[in-house]
């Protein structure tokens, strides 16, 4: 298989290219999503939506969802853009609750107010509550232009759903503030992140092979590859915030503020960095035993770990 996007090079400037115009891309998607939030929505609401998802980052997430799509079709279409604009949705709610003063209580995030700081606390707890039900009819519409048959829509919607949930995101969640003050053991600290970040982070992979109609190795391959970057993520995630300013990350370092058990306090920074290295390593390994050759999946991989914010 044969990505569609930078399949000539895969080199700092390719990438640099790549994302900025893979970025343009999804944030056009992401202003169609919230431009067609229901109108039933009370304005205050509706307006820190908007603040939550159009607040700019790195947009990883439907990034990697277009990547494995082309990886696996060829053909990323605009349709392909609002599937993994659901991807992002998610993520948005997911840190405007994280950023209320009952959970991170942070006031900074992406170098600007967070959204409760800008549209208070109610409005932000409402806004992010109707995204999580935004994101699948999202996600459901995307894969009717897509043309998908209707057991892959449903197995596109799962994998967003179940990453999401209990099992994802909102259980690794739980588990990230029941361990606040305590130390974690390396096998908790992996289940927490591989729930936490890595759950989206390959459900992007994933959502994007299935809605190509990718056969099951290389789903697998793929799903094999965001858990890897997803560990290689979230180490590095722990590494910038010991060592970057508030400055160059946007937001407020918080680990030890919130007494939390890192990669970086479990294994000093050395360690954390090569083991970071490592699963990138892996991401790519995973590529190569599914037989997809995606260069800017491997320039991704790079990227995840050589990210500075
Ligand atoms: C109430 C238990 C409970 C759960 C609600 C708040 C929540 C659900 C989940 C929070 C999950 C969370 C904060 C995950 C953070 C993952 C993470 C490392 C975010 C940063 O991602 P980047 O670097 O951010 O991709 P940008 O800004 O680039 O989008």
């Known amino acids: 298989m044969t990505a569609l996007i930078g399949a000539d090079s895969a080199g700092t400037d390719s990438l640099e290219c790549y994302l900025e115009t893979e970025r343009e891309r999804v944030e056009a998607a992401l202003l169609r999503a919230v431009d067609g939030l229901p109108r039933s929505l009370p304005a205050d609401v509706a307006a820190a939506a908007r603040h939550?998802?159009?607040g700019g980052g790195k947009r990883l997430r439907p990034v990697l969802c277009v990547a494995a799509y082309g990886a696996c079709s060829g053909a990323p279409s605009t349709a392909a853009?609002?599937?993994a604009a659901?991807?992002?949705?998610?993520?948005?709610?997911s840190?405007?609750?994280?950023?209320l003063?009952?959970?991170d209580d942070a006031d900074l995030r992406r170098g600007r107010a967070t959204t409760h700081r800008e549209h208070g606390e109610e409005a932000t707890m409402r806004a992010g509550a109707a995204l999580i039900p935004a994101a699948a009819l999202q996600a459901l519409r995307a894969c009717g232009s897509l043309g998908c048959a209707r057991e892959t829509t449903s197995a596109v919607i799962g994998v967003l759903l179940r990453a999401a949930g209990a099992g994802g995101m909102v259980g690794g969640q739980w588990v990230d503030l029941e361990g606040e003050g305590v130390s974690l053991a390396a096998a908790e600290l992996d289940d927490l992140h591989r729930r936490k970040t890595g759950a989206l982070l390959a459900a992007?992979?994933?959502?994007?092979?299935?809605?190509?109609g990718a056969p099951a190795a290389a789903v697998e391959a793929l799903r094999a590859y965001g858990r890897a970057i997803g560990l290689a993520f979230q180490i590095v995630d722990d590494v910038l915030d010991a060592t970057q300013s508030a400055d160059t990350l946007g937001k407020n370092p918080s680990d030890e503020v919130h007494g939390k058990s890192t990669y970086v306090s479990l294994y000093g920074l050395e360690e954390a960095r090569?083991?970071?290295?490592?699963?990138s390593t892996r991401a790519v390994a995973a590529l190569d035993e599914g037989a997809i050759?995606?260069?800017m999946l491997v320039a991704l991989a790079r990227f995840v770990v050589e990210r500075e914010r």
């Open 86 to 93: 659901s991807l992002e949705l998610i993520h948005a709610y």
């Open 204 to 212: 992007s992979l994933e959502m994007g092979a299935l809605a190509a």
């Open 52 to 54: 939550g998802v159009m």
């Open 81 to 83: 853009y609002d599937l």
């Open 95 to 99: 840190l405007m609750h994280d950023d």
């Open 101 to 103: 003063p009952c959970m």
């Open 293 to 295: 050759e995606a260069p």
């Open 274 to 279: 090569r083991r970071a290295l490592d699963q």
